[in-house]
């Protein structure tokens, strides 16, 4: 029997567009020693098998061919609708068998770490500024905690008219909810922002600084100034600057 010495393997797996199913291929083979010029050996590569002859003494020999994988195609998709300034809407769909949860981010900041795996849909409501585009990133996990998937989509929030607004103002502080307070200004102003209760005694000051133009957002999580719980009722969020004021009401229960 004649005798080939590999001396080199090279493999070039070029692929179709992300998640097809056929495999194109190339395979060189560079061999050397006592079989120059003669037949070489068979190469099992990606599910076939291959062979060929030398062209010429410690030639290259090469052959092409394509392989197809009986893996079904994977889709996963994700639509960011901008609701309102303070509001994303995101939805998805996708056919992954093997998914466990989901993980959500929005700028590389956590939005959900385990969501379930038969959830479609979610909304962002998290401190968003108006006239601002926001990329999500959705990834889907297995059993064991391993990545099989992820897509992403983009939102643009609209322009706000608003200059102050406290999202979720029925909330319940004993489980953890609070009220987030949007504000603008457009200019460089001192800043208010204190709550009462009906009575008209004032129970917490959130802001009470100098604040440059732009949007921010300020939580109140249902406690007096003494770091206690308030009672269940409504109160009166109040926002002062040099040129507007402001008030809202806002329910907090027990």
Same mark, same amino acid.
């Given at each position: 029997?004649?005798?080939?010495? #590999?001396?080199? $393997?090279?493999? $070039? ?13 190339? =395979?060189?083979?560079? #061999? ?9 050996? #068979?190469?099992?590569? =990606? ?8 062209? !010429? ?8 061919? !394509? ?28 056919? $992954? ?6 993980? *959500? ?7 959900? /770490? ?11 409501? !998290?401190?968003?500024?108006?006239? /601002?585009?926001?990329?999500? *990133? ?8 391993? *990545?099989?998937? /992820? ?51 004032? =129970?917490?000051?959130? #802001? ?20 206690? $719980? ?16 402001? !008030? ?7």
């Amino acid at each position: 029997m004649k005798k080939i010495l #590999v001396t080199g $393997l090279w493999l $070039l797996l070029s692929c179709l567009p992300a998640f097809a199913y056929e495999v194109e291929w190339q =395979v060189f083979v560079t #061999v050397g020693g006592e079989a120059m010029g003669g037949e070489w050996g #068979v190469v099992s590569s =990606v599910g076939q098998s291959i062979s060929g002859v030398s062209q !010429s003494a410690g030639g290259t020999y090469s052959c092409e061919g !394509s392989y197809v994988s009986m893996a079904e195609s994977i889709q996963f998709t994700l639509t960011a609708d901008a609701i309102s300034s303070t509001l994303v809407k995101l939805t998805w769909n996708d056919n $992954l068998a093997d998914k466990k949860y989901y993980s *959500l981010s929005r700028d590389g900041l956590s939005l959900a /770490t385990q969501l379930s795996k038969d959830r479609t849909s979610y909304e962002d409501t !998290s401190q968003l500024k108006a006239d /601002t585009q926001y990329q999500y *990133l959705l990834t889907a996990y297995d059993a064991n905690d391993a *990545l099989l998937a /992820t897509v992403t989509a983009a939102a643009i929030t609209p322009v706000f008219k608003e200059r102050f607004i406290p999202y979720h103002n029925l909330f319940h502080p004993a489980k953890g909810e609070k009220v987030s307070i949007y504000y603008k200004i457009d200019n460089s102003t001192h800043v208010s922002i204190k709550l009462y209760n009906l009575a008209g005694e004032m =129970v917490r000051a959130l #802001v009470d600084d100098n604040k440059e133009a732009g949007q921010y957002w300020i939580d109140w999580d249902g406690k007096n100034d003494d770091g206690n $719980l308030c009672a269940a009722g409504v109160y009166i969020i109040q926002i002062k600057t040099d040129s507007f004021t402001e !008030s809202k009401k806002i329910i907090l229960i027990k």
